[in-house]
């Protein structure tokens, strides 16, 4: 006759929690984690290039700086933070997924250099890949007052209004993370992209 002994009992829950886990679960997880990764690379795009904006001039390079060249950038910024010096700095660091750094690089800068409407584009670059919209918000809203007040090219003022358009969005969306708030983000990124193809062919008329 079987006993309780005799039955062999259910494996332990690897969660400890009393449930076996679902391998489903962390499929649908990774899927989720997927999806905000590709909702922020449209919200950096659009932030950081932009439609029809000559985004080259503002970036040394589209490549991500190998570690000698970032090195070499380094040494230069320890010589001497000039506004040269700063952005190539900041904007290596953001082409290499370091949004933090940029943001020290450009918060140690002198302040004339800060106030210079690339500077500013950048650190609200920085701010947004940090999960800081508002505050990139307020950047982005400086490079358009330097702008206005004809401190910038043409095309560096295309692109400060293009940024400051878009961010203006997610504040309007109240999103403060992209990552954290990928819904909503993705519908402002399409509210953004609709705005400014309508402008386009307003322009074209």
């Known amino acids: 006759m ?6 062999p009992s259910p494996p332990a829950a690897a969660d400890g929690r009393g ?3 679902v391998p489903g679960g962390r499929v649908m997880r990774f899927g989720l984690f997927v999806a905000n990764g590709l909702v922020l690379a449209g919200v950096v ?4 290039l932009g439609p029809s904006v000559r ?3 503002l970036l040394p390079s589209r490549a991500a700086a190998g570690a000698d ?6 040494a230069r910024y320890a010589e001497g933070r000039t506004p ?4 190539a700095l900041a904007a290596a660091y953001l082409e290499r997924d370091q949004p933090g750094l940029a943001s020290s690089a450009l918060d140690a800068a002198p302040g004339e250099v800060r106030a210079l409407p690339e500077a500013a584009l950048l650190s609200a670059r920085a701010l947004l890949r940090r999960g800081r919209v508002q505050d990139a918000l307020a ?3 400086q490079a358009s007052a330097a702008c206005a007040a004809g401190a910038c090219p043409a095309w560096l003022a295309a692109k400060s209004e293009h940024q400051r358009a878009f961010l203006e969005q997610l504040v309007a969306a109240g999103v403060e993370d992209p990552q954290v708030d990928a819904a909503a983000a993705r519908a402002a990124l399409d509210a953004y992209s609709r705005s400014a193809s309508q402008v386009r ?5």
């Open 55 to 57: 985004a080259s001039q």
């Open 84 to 87: 040269a010096s700063v952005t």
């Open 19 to 21: 449930s076996l886990p």
């Open 69 to 74: 060249e970032l090195a070499a950038l380094e």
């Open 2 to 7: 079987l006993t309780a002994r005799d039955c």
């Open 201 to 205: 062919l307003v322009a074209v008329r």
């Open 139 to 141: 950047a982005s809203e």
């Open 45 to 48: 795009w659009t932030i950081g």
